[in-house]
């Protein structure tokens, strides 16, 4: 159990940098494009990406005894 958990940290925080580095992008690009379609766009990008997170940290989380 403990090989898992050790395993899964550094992919934890590859993860966050990288969501880290989309939003930032996303936020420019946001300010850069004034059109609804690509805030739209963005946003339910952001959406699904902040979704597939949530998802991913609930099944990565240890089960509660």
């Given at each position: 159990?403990?090989?898992?958990?050790?395993?899964?940290?550094?992919?934890?925080?590859?993860?966050?940098?990288?969501?880290?580095?989309?939003?930032?992008?996303?936020?420019?690009?946001?300010v850069?494009?004034?059109?609804?379609?690509?805030?739209?766009?963005?946003?339910?990008?952001?959406?699904?990406?902040?979704?597939?997170?949530?998802?991913?940290?609930?099944?990565?989380?240890?089960?509660?005894?």
């Amino acid at each position: 159990m403990g090989m898992v958990s050790s395993v899964m940290e550094p992919v934890k925080v590859v993860t966050r940098r990288v969501l880290l580095v989309v939003v930032f992008t996303g936020r420019v690009y946001m300010v850069m494009m004034p059109d609804n379609l690509g805030r739209w766009m963005v946003g339910n990008i952001f959406f699904m990406v902040t979704r597939l997170v949530s998802a991913m940290e609930f099944v990565t989380a240890p089960p509660p005894l």
